[in-house]
Each structure stands twice: as C-alpha cells, then as structure tokens.
C-alpha cells in the first residue's frame, strides 16, 4: 500500500522510493513506497509535478496504491519529487471552499451528498434533510464570509485509515483531499446559483 504523506503534512517536496516503473501507453506509471502525490478522486483532480527531472502527468488511486503516470522512466530507488505548487494551492482552496459550503448548508437542514472541487466547475449537491430550512446564496455567502473572516484553523485525525478534517468549531468530513491551514487562506468564496432538481440541490462556487 502506497503511503499517503499528504494526510498528515503539507510537504510539496520530499525525497521518495521508486518501487516500480513500467510502460503504460506512451507513459511510464510508477510506483512509490510513499508519496506526495493527491490521487484525483474526492471531487479534486490530481497532482502533477516532478520525479527527478521526469514530469509527473497524473496520478490515480487503483485499489491500495498510488500511481503517478511520467513523461520519461525513472530509475529504482531515491528520488526527489516536487508538487506542482500554484496548481495544489487552487485545489486546496477550492476543496475546503466545498468543506464550509457543505456546513453552511448543514446549518439549514440540508446534507450534502456530493462534490466537486475542479477549476471552473465547483459545486456542491445537498438533500433536504428533516429540518430542512429555506436557503439562498446570500445566506450561504453570509455565513461562509463570516467563517472566513473568523480564521479558522483546520484540524486533522487518522484512525485506522479514516481520516477526518474540519475548521475551528465546524463539524468534521471524512476526506482524503488537501485542505488549507487556516480559512483566511481562502481569499474570497463567491457563491454563484442555487438549483434544485429531483430532490437535490446545487450549489455553484468559484474562487475570487
């Protein structure tokens, strides 16, 4: 099982262990002991970055490990990686950007179910839940502006693989995606439409 360093650190550079390097198409997938590296999944698209001087494209989740897909081979063992730093930092903001919408909508009643944090196209899907309240994204951009204005610092726990993440008082999310240190890194959060459909209703953002 490949090491996921990016649950518990922040590390954008770290030297790492080549277990495997193999053709894939006109690609190289690797493998490593332990890794950098955020797989896409969660609703966040994935890292890329460096493996020596080899570009790392992509890097999926298949079952228990890692694999990073290279412009070029790279040889067994030490290596020096480094992640794509402006590309993790938009992923982060807008992966934790999800994390306040989701309990702002949890403070109405509503339960999210869904999301999805890519460039251009957040969003985030909720159904009504027991107690569900009238909701509207001036009430939503109130309660995440004043959130984000308070600060807070995110806290993480492991436990057996589970990993949870949450703000200050805000309840926690199981999640394995990477999230900013403190919410004023979030800069501005605009909430941009509401629509319900079926039963669920979506929630655009975009970061400012």
Request: aromatic residues 8%; contains cysteine; charged residues 20%.
């Amino acid at each position: 099982m490949t090491e996921r360093l990016f649950f518990t650190h922040d590390h954008l550079t770290a030297e790492l262990e080549v277990l495997g390097c193999t053709p894939f198409e006109d690609q190289f997938a690797v493998i490593l002991q332990s890794t950098i590296f955020h797989p896409q999944g969660g609703g966040q698209p994935s890292d890329t970055g460096w493996l020596g001087e080899a570009r790392v494209l992509r890097v999926t989740q298949e079952v228990d490990r890692v694999v990073h897909y290279l412009n070029h081979p790279v040889p067994l063992g030490a290596i020096n990686a480094r992640v794509d730093e402006p590309r993790r930092a938009l992923h982060t903001r807008l992966h934790s950007a999800g994390h306040l919408i989701g309990n702002a909508g949890e403070t109405l009643g509503w339960m999210p179910i869904k999301a999805h944090h890519w460039p251009g196209e957040g969003k985030i899907t909720f159904i009504r839940g027991e107690t569900a309240q009238a909701i509207d994204a001036e009430t939503l951009q109130q309660q995440i502006n004043q959130w984000i204005a308070a600060d807070y610092p995110r806290h993480m726990t492991l436990d057996e693989g589970i990993r949870e993440v949450g703000f200050g008082e805000l309840p926690t999310y199981a999640c394995g995606g990477t999230h900013v240190q403190t919410l004023g890194e979030l800069g501005e959060v605009t909430i941009l439409a509401l629509s319900e459909k079926k039963g669920a209703l979506s929630v655009r953002y975009s970061l400012d």
